[in-house]
Structure formats: structure tokens, C-alpha cells
């Protein structure tokens, strides 16, 4: 397995992986190619965007993307998506990811990697393991309002 930036002609591919990833189980979500493909495509357009995926035979099977945010005169990234085939999960494909990412980050002086995943899901325990904290007292809300 080779891991390795992601570049943007990697974006629509990484739309098609997404997708399969995301509306298979646990997560049974109802992606379509066009709405991963234009998330994918803002994160990679984000400032100074991070990103790596591993490929298997120049296919993608994992993904990990990430935008450079700041708090209190620290930088860190921001983990937007990070995604692995369901062939390859549970085989250290994503804490390699995750490791190629922190090598970058720290060369740009980069010390902390923040995100949000679901409470109760096997991704919580994932990161937990790799030396995520969880923060209880942080409670993600969101606003929908009519155009």
C-alpha cells in the first residue's frame, strides 16, 4: 500500500470511494456522487488544505482531508473527512493516514489535530485509540434556515 498527497485530480475518484464508504453500513447514508464530489472539492480548495490517501494498485482505498484552522495563537488542522474502503478497515489504514498527515502538519509547525465524528460509532473508538481526546462539555449544533 502507498500513501501519498492527495492532488486535484484525485478529487473525483475520491467522490466515487466516499460514497461507497458512507452509504454502506454502519453508516447507511444516502451520498450521491455530485454532493461528495463538491464536498470533497471545497475542502480540497480550502486554505492550506491537507490531505493523503493510500492506494492499492493506484486505486484509492482510504482518505484523510484536512484544512489548517487556528485557536488561541496555535495552529491546527481541522479533520474534514477521513475515509477507508470497508475491505481495508480495522487494518491500520487509517492511523497510517492519520500518521503521514502529523508528519506534514508538525513539519509546518502544526501540534494538534481536531474533529468531530459521531458519539456513538466504531470512528470514535478509532480515534480514541490513536490518542484523541473527547471533549463532553463540546456539544455540535447546527442551524438550518429557508433560502
Not at 45 to 56: D, H, I, K, W
Amino acid at each position: 500500500m502507498k500513501i501519498r498527497k492527495i492532488r486535484k485530480d484525485d478529487v473525483l475518484q475520491l467522490a466515487d470511494l466516499f460514497v461507497s464508504v458512507f452509504n454502506g453500513p454502519p453508516w447507511s447514508q444516502a451520498w450521491k456522487k455530485e454532493w461528495a464530489h463538491e464536498r470533497l472539492s471545497i475542502i480540497f480548495n480550502s486554505y492550506r488544505f491537507y490531505g493523503c490517501l493510500a492506494e492499492e494498485d493506484d486505486q484509492p482505498v482510504a482518505a484523510v482531508l484536512s484544512r489548517l484552522g487556528s485557536f488561541k495563537g496555535e495552529l491546527e488542522l481541522e479533520i474534514m473527512e477521513n475515509f477507508v474502503m470497508r475491505e481495508e478497515q480495522r487494518k491500520g489504514v487509517g492511523a497510517a493516514l492519520l500518521n503521514e498527515l502529523k508528519s506534514y502538519a508538525k513539519a509546518d509547525g502544526i501540534r494538534c489535530f481536531v474533529l468531530q465524528t459521531g458519539r456513538d460509532t466504531f470512528a470514535k473508538q478509532f480515534y480514541l485509540k490513536y490518542g484523541f481526546k473527547a471533549h463532553e462539555d463540546n456539544l455540535f449544533m447546527s442551524h438550518e434556515f429557508m433560502l
